[in-house]
């Protein structure tokens, strides 16, 4: 075979291979809070986006991603710049930080892993995510809400107290979770404390605080072509004795690299309370309450997820199940 | 030099230092892996400029891309070429007496295209998104666009398609130089082992390559023309393709490439034996026909690759019992070497080390492969390091000991001087002791549940206690890289200021060795011999007596006794001959 012709063979094989997908070229992107993105890092970005996120995420970012075809949660559609914990008041765009920390930390119970990626890697892919909503042009994000100093240190008795009645009491400075979530306390005692916290008798016999409800959220879980949502699911929000809640993990794990303690985990319970679920039915809470019974909130929850997987929360749930049968 | 030059030879050196090349490559991304287990997610020496972002730490598709090239570029790029392209090309002509190979032109097109597709795969390497990283075997959906977006990707299957078409050209070449270009009197049970080996896999490269070409093909249609042969999915979109269908055709032909680069190796160990015990072949028809049987069976117990995709249990039943059976013969060939190397004047030359080298890694190699033909054990087995450790043992240590083996045998034919017997002791026995520590610690790991591939197997609460195994494995790793250096160094001195030697160092009676100088002209044999008798002439009582050596060449003939008698018998068909006794 002659050299020049083996040359042309040559030259059409790698012209066939080449023309497969060109990469993509960016232009910088200016953001709503005046920040501009180089091109560059918008480049790494997606070859990040590309290995670690697309396959479940979608290319165009729209959370159909071959990978993520049945799973339940489905993953995030970016395309409406909509954050379930973006560390800022439900509903606004989150913050560089919130987002970095559930890019390293992933999401507890669900296929988002802790991406060990290295940090210029993740800075890239998290400006990248900003080119997939139109929001991020218009829009700054949110003010961060990030946690005061906890009022109930060393009271922590004292706190769980509080923040049993702050769950399960509506009004009056109180949050009233069992409307959403379930309560945790047997009929009588459930009226007894609304009593005593509203100074009125509350009836509950038309009621059945025992069953979570399904609650709209604005999360897609199926787009048309233009990755625009032609669907929605309603969400169950968790039963903090038995559902592994997303930002939250076990006491004594290692989450980043340190020992994960009660005061981190608290931290993490008081995050999302404050914040609220982006696109769910559960509001920002910061603000609405007293910054105290936001903490006590914390406490009581912790002490619900402490319970998780323990003979004591089997048992609590039989006395529930039983109370909610007697009427 | 003329790059384009045809002589057999010549493409076979060619050969020799592109697979010598990529083997140092593909040993290289292992140390990598190595490393990654050791020490998970530290910076690997001297990568800092490979990977800035990291400052030279794996990442997860850095992972998958170095382990995905090491196995892709040492199948395709070092073991096979080092095999057939160098050891093949140069060896198989000169044992049956051929002047050259049936279609000289054809084995160079072969080693171009395996140039283009080893150009292809460095290529990919600086591609944006990084090389191929769909693992070896380029399973879909991994290997779709949508998984492995880049480039390299691509290149790389292209690259195999090179490869795979250079394979399928050798093959075809090596048949048709047996079958047709013997030499007179080079009758198939004079062949040496050698060839029966080379010949019986380059059938099976003339069977089963296209199966590979054709699956990559159209994996290639599918990344780069929106075609859905193995894409979407039946089960799961109720329509276009089965990715389970690509598994099948991979393993058609991926079963057999076990085959393929076992049975060169097995027929080097066959004569090797033989020429360094000093004594005839044992069972040759035997060990012959077991490695036809090998052949015949080896299409027929690929699915138990498949034993955990789904595949009907039916199915499964039959595949273990025709996969254990494919064991019976490659018995026959141990019992046969054994038999050879009893009582045998054992020579312990470097050859011979490396020969015995590949059948203890082979011979564990085989053993833990049963656990993996038998359905009940292979489906716990299946996803771990044992199957890893398995494999690497025949596939990679046996046939890299081969290699070496017939290298260290031939490279005095080849290149007229004979490489440092020291240091290549040193360099067998180092790393077949060193293999044994790798596979072994693999095994070892399988056993406790190691899965293959995991990026950090250490995130797993259950394997964090394997990380001091895995620490040693990967010492004896290192050291067997470092090991390799000696090979280099002999290389490179030999070649510049090695031992001149004879035409026959080994004092072995096949016709390279007897009726060729070192290195051979261009057309190996003038006149072409006429062949008398099979390879292993040794040790006869009546060749003692006459020639007073242990000897005696394929194609010699006995002198004659004295001028008076010159009715003297020529000896055809073997040391059977009543020689000068009139």
């Given amino acids: ?327 | 030099m003329n790059l384009f030059a045809s002589d057999h030879k010549a493409v076979a050196r060619r050969y020799l230092w592109g697979g010598l090349g990529f083997l140092l490559l593909g040993g290289l991304l292992a140390l990598i892996i190595r490393w990654q287990w050791a020490y998970p997610g530290q910076p690997v020496p001297g990568l800092a400029w490979a990977m800035p972002e990291s400052h030279g730490a794996m990442t997860p598709p850095a992972y998958t891309a170095v382990f995905t090239m090491h196995g892709l570029i040492m199948i395709f790029f070092a073991v096979t070429p080092l095999l057939f392209g160098a050891l093949g090309h140069f060896v198989l002509p000169l044992s049956i007496g051929a002047r050259g190979l049936a279609f000289p032109r054809l084995s160079v097109l072969g080693f171009w295209l395996y140039a283009l597709g080893g150009a292809l795969v460095l290529g990919s390497f600086a591609v944006r998104l990084g090389p191929a990283s769909a693992g070896w075997t380029s399973y879909p959906p991994l290997s779709t666009s949508v998984f492995t977006p880049s480039l390299g990707q691509t290149l790389v299957t292209v690259a195999v398609l090179c490869a795979a078409a250079s394979s399928f050209l050798y093959g075809l070449n090596f048949v048709v130089t047996v079958v047709r270009c013997r030499a007179p009197g080079m009758t198939w049970g004079r062949l040496t082992l050698t060839v029966w080996g080379l010949f019986f896999a380059s059938v099976l490269n003339v069977l089963f390559v296209p199966v590979l070409a054709a699956a990559t093909a159209l994996l290639l249609m599918d990344r780069l023309l929106g075609t859905q042969f193995f894409i979407a999915g039946a089960a799961a979109v109720g329509g276009g393709g089965d990715p389970v269908v690509y598994q099948h055709l991979f393993w058609l032909f991926g079963h057999p490439e076990v085959y393929i680069l076992i049975l060169p190796a097995w027929g080097m160990v066959g004569d090797f034996v033989a020429f360094f015990s000093r004594k005839p072949a044992h069972g040759y028809r035997l060990t012959a026909g077991a490695m036809g049987v090998v052949t015949a069976l080896s299409g027929l117990v690929y699915a138990h690759h498949l034993f955990t995709s789904g595949m009907s249990p039916v199915l499964g039943r039959t595949f273990m019992v025709l996969t254990l059976l494919i064991s019976l013969p490659a018995e026959v060939m141990y019992l046969n070497w054994l038999m050879t190397l009893w009582r045998g004047s054992v020579r312990l030359t470097s050859p011979m080390l490396a020969a015995l080298g590949t059948m203890v890694v082979f011979g564990l190699g085989g053993i833990t492969g049963l656990s993996l033909g038998a359905v009940a054990t292979d489906v716990p087995l299946h996803g771990t390091l044992w199957v890893v450790g398995h494999f690497h043992l025949t596939m990679g240590a046996a046939s890299f000991l081969a290699v070496f083996a017939g290298l260290y045998f031939w490279f005095p034919k080849m290149f007229g001087r004979a490489l440092h017997e020291g240091l290549a002791k040193a360099h067998v026995v180092s790393s077949a002791v060193l293999f044994l520590g790798v596979f072994g610690g693999q095994l070892a790991a399988g056993y406790a549940g190691q899965l293959r591939r995991l990026y950090d197997p250490y995130q797993y609460t259950y394997l964090k206690h394997l990380l001091p195994l895995n620490q040693w494995t990967s010492a004896c790793a290192f050291l067997l890289g470092a090991a390799q250096v000696l090979f280099i160094v002999n290389l490179v001195w030999t070649l510049s200021r090695g031992r001149v030697v004879g035409a026959n160092p080994w004092k072995v009676g096949t016709l390279e060795w007897t009726c060729t100088p070192s290195p051979p002209p261009a057309w190996n044999y003038d006149p072409v011999p006429v062949v008398l008798r099979g390879p292993h002439a040794l040790s006869q009582p009546e060749v003692l007596e006459r020639l007073g050596r242990d000897w005696m060449g394929q194609a010699e003939s006995f002198p004659e006794e004295s001028e008076t008698e010159p009715g003297q018998a020529e000896g055809v068909g073997g040391m059977s001959t009543s020689g000068g006794a009139a």
């Avoid at chain 1, 995420?57 to 729209?62: A, L, P, R, S």
């Fill in chain 1, 1 to 327: 075979m002659s050299a020049h012709r083996f040359a042309t063979a040559a030259l059409l094989l790698s012209v066939a291979a080449c023309s497969s997908k060109p990469a993509p070229t960016f232009e910088p992107l200016k953001l709503a809070d005046g920040r501009v993105i180089p091109a560059q890092t918008l480049s790494r970005g997606h070859a990040v986006y590309t290995h670690y996120c697309a396959s479940c995420h979608g290319e165009q970012g729209d959370g159909q991603g071959p990978a993520g075809r049945g799973m339940r949660p489905v993953p995030r559609s970016f395309r409406q710049g909509l954050f379930k914990f973006g560390g800022v008041a439900a509903g606004e765009l989150p913050t560089d930080d919130a987002l970095k920390r559930t890019l390293r930390r992933g999401l507890h119970g669900t296929p988002m892993f802790a991406w060990d990626v290295p940090d210029s890697d993740q800075d890239a892919v998290i400006q990248y995510l900003k080119t997939f909503s139109p929001r991020w042009k218009d829009e700054p994000p949110g003010q961060p809400l990030s946690p005061t100093p906890d009022p109930w240190k060393g009271r922590e008795p004292e706190a769980v107290e509080r923040g049993r009645v702050v769950y399960h009491v509506a009004g009056a400075g109180n949050a009233g979770c069992a409307s959403c979530h379930v309560a945790y306390l047997p009929r009588a005692e459930l009226a007894a404390l609304m009593e005593k916290a509203l100074g009125r008798k509350v009836d509950l016999s038309k009621v059945d605080p025992y069953t979570s409800q399904p609650r709209d959220s604005e999360h897609a879980v199926a787009v048309d072509a233009k990755g625009e949502p032609t669907q929605t699911a309603k969400v169950l929000p968790p039963d903090f004795l038995f559902h592994p809640l997303r930002t939250v993990w076990p006491e004594g794990d290692t989450v980043e690299g340190a020992p994960y303690t009660a005061e981190r985990q608290r931290e993490d319970l008081y995050r999302v309370i404050a914040a609220g679920v982006g696109g769910a039915a559960m509001p920002t809470w910061k603000g609405a309450i007293p910054e105290e019974n936001l903490w006590a909130l914390a406490y009581y929850v912790q002490s619900l997820v402490r319970l998780q997987d323990t003979d004591e929360a089997r048992a609590l749930k039989e006395r529930l199940r039983t109370s909610s049968a007697v009427q």
